[in-house]
């Protein structure tokens, strides 16, 4: 009897903590990483600890246990201070090992020594002055979009928390309150949090996000607010040309709020009346509802910024001269797409665009986008003018040209349409471009900055196709 009431108040234990992990979890991932941050740092796993304490222990044994926890504080700083700085070039379970060395010493440490208040404040003092300054260069890491943890390391997670808080409350009479101090603010969270972000997204994630942990323990906020990147479509005509495979590209104004002064491809936002000209789209059927969205928005902001229309009119794409007598006859683009497209009853070439890439702007930059490039080979006679506004001209070019005269200087580059004009590089023809394409997966590409001795470089997947996953930074503008 007295074994089952034991066992069920052990169970109860375990169920609390693991609850509070879970809402604290939860809330951390849906306040963005400020907010974030400081729910991830704060004792999850340590107040329900506490709370079991005050039920059966004395005051004399909470406040010494208490003084002790304060103290480990410094070695979870230091933890963190270490995985932060060699997650990046280890393994998850080698940085974990060997960042748990300073805590498994200092909680070791502290078993003999008679702790007061006041060197406990100094102790956290110096350990944190100690970790900031060891993890000063990691903010320029860039990690991975926000994304909501599984239900499996969640409950993993509330599992490891729960049983390590419910053991050492159990046992706290026979350990005593040093150790019980020390044991109840073990990191679990941190740990179970860098292991889950090492193994899904690789050291420099792990780093970053353990670093905003760090900088929020004792109230510090290093991140930047968090900007939702805008669904977006960018589009590469392609035309075949003497010298070989041509790509239309546009000089964006020098005023632009994007990638101003830049060479790029023509593309931007989705607008949210692009939506309704699903009904212009005679192929809409075989496509889901954002991917369609995704290519009329392409389709219209190369229109809106070069003047070259992808859709077809009884059936034939349109020629230079039709589309000329079409805005005769029903206003200049600046009249409004929608209104040109629906009043001539046009059928949107949506079937024409092929999937090409899929890269999202780095979590630190103040404007971020969700971009999807498509290529598509050139209406025949339609002639590219650029719009005045947002782009100032418009031309064909080789991508071995433009990445010459970008590597001369001459043009400035964004790192994303860079990488693109190497891949595209690689086709001689329309046809060979377009084959090439459909035959590779899409990979998201999201860059990362790392430092490095020979200076900052930018990380790609492999398997994104660019033929490097390390490109040295240089003056490569990331807009």
Not at 85 to 106: H, T
Not at 357 to 362: D, G, S
Request: aromatic share 6%; glycine share 6%.
């Amino acid at each position: 009897m007295i074994l089952t009431a034991t066992l069920l108040t052990l169970l109860v234990k375990v169920a609390i903590t693991a609850a509070t992990v879970v809402a604290a979890s939860v809330a951390a991932e849906r306040a963005g990483p400020v907010i974030g941050g400081i729910i991830v740092a704060l004792p999850v796993s340590a107040g329900p600890g506490y709370v079991f304490l005050a039920q059966q222990a004395s005051d004399a044994f909470i406040a010494r246990s208490a003084l002790y926890s304060l103290a480990m504080t410094a070695a979870t700083a230091l933890y963190l201070a270490v995985y932060v700085r060699i997650a990046p070039y280890l393994g998850a379970l080698a940085s974990v090992a060997i960042a748990l060395v300073p805590w498994l010493v200092i909680a070791a440490l502290l078993q003999r020594i008679e702790l007061a208040w006041w060197s406990t404040v100094i102790l956290n003092l110096a350990a944190f002055a100690f970790a900031l300054r060891l993890t000063r260069d990691s903010a320029a890491i860039e990690g991975p979009p926000r994304q909501v943890t599984g239900l499996r390391d969640l409950l993993l997670r509330a599992l490891l928390a729960g049983s390590l808080v419910a053991t050492v409350v159990t046992v706290s009479e026979l350990i005593g309150p040093r150790l019980t101090g020390s044991a109840v603010t073990f990191p679990v969270v941190l740990t179970t949090l860098g292991l889950i972000m090492h193994h899904r997204y690789g050291g420099h994630a792990a780093s970053r996000a353990l670093r905003g942990a760090l900088l929020a323990m004792p109230g510090f906020s290093a991140e930047p607010p968090d900007v939702t990147p805008r669904p977006a479509a960018t589009l590469l005509l392609l035309r075949d040309g003497a010298e070989g495979l041509e790509v239309l590209m546009t000089v964006r104004h020098e005023d632009a709020g994007f990638a101003g002064g830049a060479l790029v491809f023509p593309g931007g936002k989705v607008d949210p009346a692009d939506r309704a000209l699903a009904r212009y789209c005679a192929d809409k059927a075989t496509l889901d509802e954002s991917t369609l969205v995704l290519r009329i928005a392409a389709i219209r902001e190369t229109f809106e910024e070069c003047g070259i229309l992808l859709a077809r009119a009884d059936g034939a794409l349109l020629s230079a001269e039709l589309l000329a007598a079409l805005l005769q006859r029903h206003g200049r683009s600046d009249a409004g797409f929608a209104a040109l497209v629906a009043a001539a009853g046009l059928d949107l070439a949506v079937d024409d665009l092929v999937p090409y890439a899929h890269w999202i702007t780095p979590v630190d930059r103040p404007k971020r986008f969700d971009t999807h490039f498509f290529l598509a080979p050139a209406a025949p006679d339609q002639i590219a003018v650029h719009d005045g506004r947002e782009t100032v001209d418009a031309t064909w070019a080789t991508p071995d040209a433009v990445l010459r005269d970008a590597d001369e200087k001459r043009v400035k580059l964004v790192f994303a349409t860079r990488m693109n004009l190497v891949k595209l590089a690689r086709s001689r023809t329309v046809a060979d471009a377009l084959a090439a394409a459909r035959s590779a997966p899409i990979v998201t590409v999201m860059p990362v900055v790392e430092k490095t001795s020979a200076g900052p470089c930018i990380h790609i997947p492999e398997e994104a196709g660019y033929g490097a996953t390390r490109i040295a930074a240089g003056d490569i503008p990331r807009a």
